[in-house]
């Protein structure tokens, strides 16, 4: 199965790098941009014998807490496609 | 306007991130993950008097291009939505 999870800064939190971006963009010409916000995709294929989508479902949250996203200052979504 | 902009490493570049991510999962009981994967997503809110769909479009491309990309090992999708 193929896995796409995004992650993003929750609101609120400093976002150095999408706040430098945006600091950036008006040197580049480019005017009336706001809100700047840089988060991850993380893209992976999920096999197993017998693995069901439910099961695929409850690993991938379980991968996103411990490892792929920090759930203190992060939101995390993922959709899951058979293939 | 608000637009998501998804910049993913092109197939075939080295991605040490993903590398990485892949070579932990294993460690914290995860087994079968293959093909991982990173990118970026890019949030950001575009205004401007009678900025139409069209315009939008081909200042995000622009950006893209000089700014959030690297065209050389990164490909990159963007949706724009009115808002």
Do not use: W
């Amino acid at each position: 199965m193929n896995v796409r999870v995004y992650v993003t800064p929750k609101k609120g939190i400093l976002d150095p790098q999408g706040a430098a971006v945006e600091r950036s963009l008006p040197n580049l010409g480019f005017t009336g941009v706001s809100g700047v916000q840089i988060g991850k995709i993380i893209d992976l294929t999920i096999t197993g014998d017998g693995l069901t989508a439910a099961a695929a479902h409850e690993q991938v949250d379980d991968m996103c807490r411990r490892l792929l996203a920090n759930p203190i200052i992060e939101d995390y979504t993922f959709e899951i496609s058979e293939g």
